[in-house]
């Protein structure tokens, strides 16, 4: 009988790294945050530097790499890499933001000296560019009826194509449809402006009107709509559907009264960030529309105004008052779209399905 000899050698010792137990204190990265700051501001300062910009990119440089030095001194490399990456993600959030909120504060600051109720009921008829007074119905009207229109006009469009190519799109139409979104997805806007120009109004003979500015601006929609559809029907979970089939529902009824309803937060979100998206184009409007300092409630006929246009035809004067009347209209405009996205934001969160505890 063989007999199992077993080795009773101690296993040899498996050496470690040293790992440190030190840890910084809460406070350290803001005091290292602090301290950059200081640094950037005395190197722009010392280096004759005029540009805020640039000592805000010396701070940033000396935070993150700050950061790294103490903390691989204090704890380890591993925890300094993981805070130099922290530390990168925070100086990215910083320089995204405050260029956002410089912006808000000027066009607030600036905008808010001429908003007032006088300004929002009034039209620049009979007032000189270079005269103070006047104010932005006229445009701020010729910007609601042609968004109207272009919504009317690309949201049902941008819909349903979006439906055939997750319903039912397969095959060569389908990959050309995708192909062709994608290709309009990135159109600039004097492009659609210039593709209506040459057919509606010089092929057809049509004259300046808020409706073929409306027609533009829905060709710019209609990517972002069908984009923004296409995905949140994908979203919606194959049982229903095929529950909804298991039972002898038709497919355009499991897609009306399924699929639709548990979709349709976010395919208004998506509608209403691409009415956001084309309320501020001004090349389309400068060709189609023209613009006049009248009020014209009829967008079908005539030349209308828009807030794009009018704060680009109001800056371009050059004059105190029609640069205070620019940032007002300004102002305006991005209450405008913010309002929009609110709304968007609000319709997402009142139709999302409700988790039940």
């Given at each position: 009988m063989s007999q199992v000899i077993e080795d009773t050698r101690p296993a040899p010792a498996v050496r470690t790294a040293p790992l440190?137990?030190?840890r910084m204190p809460r406070w350290a990265p803001?005091?290292?945050?602090?301290?950059?700051?200081?640094?950037?501001?005395?190197?722009?300062?010392?280096?004759?530097?005029?540009?805020?910009?640039?000592?805000?990119?010396?701070?940033?440089?000396?935070?993150?790499?700050?950061?790294?030095?103490?903390?691989?001194?204090?704890?380890?490399?591993r925890q300094a890499k993981d805070r130099v990456a922290t530390s990168v993600v925070w100086v990215s959030f910083v320089v995204a933001v405050v260029p956002l909120f410089s912006l808000g504060w000027v066009t607030i600051s600036k905008g808010m000296e001429v908003v007032d109720g006088?300004?929002?009921?009034?039209?620049?008829?009979?007032?000189?560019?270079?005269?103070?007074?006047?104010?932005?119905?006229?445009?701020?009207?010729?910007?609601?009826?042609?968004?109207?229109?272009?919504?009317?006009?690309?949201?049902?469009?941008?819909?349903?194509?979006?439906?055939?190519?997750?319903?039912?799109?397969?095959?060569?139409?389908?990959?050309?449809?995708?192909?062709?979104?994608?290709?309009?997805?990135?159109?600039p806007s004097i492009v659609a402006g210039l593709f209506v120009l040459a057919t509606w109004n010089q092929m057809l003979g049509f004259g300046p009107s808020g409706f073929a500015g409306a027609i533009a601006l829905a060709i710019l929609m209609m990517p972002v709509v069908v984009r923004s559809t296409e995905e949140m029907l994908k979203l919606?979970?194959?049982?229903?559907?095929?529950?909804?089939?298991?039972?002898?529902?038709?497919?355009?009824?499991?897609?009306?009264?399924?699929v639709l309803p548990t979709a349709i937060g976010g395919i208004t979100t998506g509608v209403m960030l691409s009415v956001a998206r084309v309320t501020g184009e001004t090349?389309?409007?400068?060709?189609?529309?023209?613009?006049?300092?009248?009020?014209?409630?009829?967008?079908?006929?005539?030349?209308?105004?828009?807030?794009?246009?009018y704060v680009y035809d109001q800056y371009a004067v050059g004059t105190d008052a029609s640069i205070a009347r620019a940032w007002g209209?300004?102002?305006?405009?991005?209450?405008?779209?913010?309002?929009?996205?609110?709304?968007?934001?609000?319709?997402?969160?009142?139709?999302?399905?409700?988790?039940?505890r």
């Open positions: 440190s137990h030190a803001a005091a290292i945050a602090a301290g950059s700051i200081a640094a950037g501001c005395g190197i722009g300062l010392g280096a004759g530097w005029h540009s805020r910009v640039q000592w805000g990119l010396i701070a940033a440089l000396l935070f993150v790499a700050a950061t790294y030095v103490i903390t691989a001194k204090v704890e380890n490399v006088y300004f929002l009921s009034h039209s620049m008829n009979g007032v000189l560019d270079a005269q103070p007074g006047g104010g932005i119905y006229h445009a701020l009207l010729g910007t609601v009826e042609q968004v109207l229109i272009a919504t009317v006009i690309a949201a049902p469009i941008g819909m349903l194509t979006a439906i055939y190519l997750v319903e039912y799109g397969r095959g060569k139409l389908a990959k050309a449809v995708t192909f062709f979104v994608d290709v309009m997805t990135g159109i919606v979970p194959n049982e229903l559907r095929e529950a909804s089939l298991a039972l002898g529902v038709p497919k355009w009824r499991t897609i009306v009264k399924v090349a389309p409007v400068l060709l189609l529309v023209f613009g006049t300092k009248l009020i014209n409630p009829n967008p079908f006929e005539g030349a209308q105004s828009s807030l794009p246009l209209a300004a102002l305006v405009l991005i209450a405008f779209v913010m309002l929009l996205n609110l709304v968007a934001r609000g319709i997402a969160r009142w139709k999302a399905p409700k988790t039940g």
